[in-house]
T-cell receptor, first 116, second 116 residues
Framework: EAGVTQFPSHSVIEKGQTVTLRCDPI?????LYWYRRVMGKEIKFLLH????????ESGMPNNRFLAERTGGTYSTLKVQPAELEDSGVYFC??????????????FGQGTRLTVV | AQKITQTQPGMFVQEKEAVTLDCTYD???????LFWYKQPSSGEMIFLIY??????QNATEGRYSLNFQKARKSANLVISASQLGDSAMYFC?????????????FGTGTKLQVIP
């Protein structure tokens, strides 16, 4: 079974440019999460999809961030225009709820975004 | 109030010794899950162990065990027989909610250094 994959693994862009991060969750996982870790700080929740619907986007920092999950499969996170403080590692995770309520969240390897 | 508190920003342990990484949590949900993840210097998030709030026994996975004390709201990770490869950041996390809504919150992490 393939794990959660994220693309690209690294991205260096100039301030003001646009970047799109992609996440392919594990097949069959309805829940997809985006997280971000700014250097030296905790991992912060950005948003949560259930299938194609945004269940919770309370962690999105501002309207420069746009997340989509077309068809309930892969998800994209677009930053437009990027600012210096957007630099960090963006993690995607997916999970499938089981009847017992035990749910593991499987993480991708992250996309390291550097805005210069 | 912090949902997940990891009070140890850094820990040292001698190789082959056991180490306990502390984690306390705060939730009003009756059903929740607690996780530990390892993040080596390469950056990926590796799932280690899971404890459900209704699980009566402490979770164990190889050298990892979770010391779950529900009344105290603590979920400490115990690593037995530490190895050099255990040097990494360790994050405690909690999943709350049920049904279609779930949210996973992370602590700030503990950096573990295993000394030869």
């Amino acid at each position: 079974e393939a794990g959660v994959t994220q693309f690209p693994s690294h991205s260096v862009i100039e301030k003001g440019q646009t970047v799109t991060l992609r996440c392919d969750p594990i097949s069959g996982h309805d829940n997809l999460y985006w997280y971000r870790r700014v250097m030296g700080k905790e991992i912060k929740f950005l948003l949560h999809f259930v299938k194609e619907s945004k269940q919770d986007e309370s962690g999105m920092p501002n309207n420069r961030f746009l997340a989509e999950r077309t068809g309930g499969t892969y998800s994209t996170l677009k930053v437009q225009p990027a600012e210096l403080e957007d630099s960090g590692v963006y993690f995607c995770a997916s999970s499938r709820e089981r009847l017992a309520g035990h749910t593991e969240a499987f993480f991708g390897q992250g996309t390291r975004l550097t805005v210069v | 109030a912090q949902k997940i508190t990891q009070t140890q920003p850094g820990m040292f342990v001698q190789e082959k010794e056991a180490v306990t990484l502390d984690c306390t949590y705060d939730t009003s949900d009756q059903s929740y899950g607690l996780f530990w993840y390892k993040q080596p210097s390469s950056g990926e998030m590796i799932f280690l162990i899971y404890q459900g709030s209704y699980d009566e026994q402490n979770a164990t996975e190889g050298r990892y065990s979770l010391n779950f004390q529900k009344a105290r709201k603590s979920a400490n990770l115990v690593i037995s027989a530490s190895q050099l490869g255990d040097s990494a950041m360790y994050f405690c996390a909690m999943r709350e909610g049920s049904g279609g809504y779930q949210k996973v919150t992370f602590g700030t992490g503990t950096k573990l250094q295993v000394i030869p």
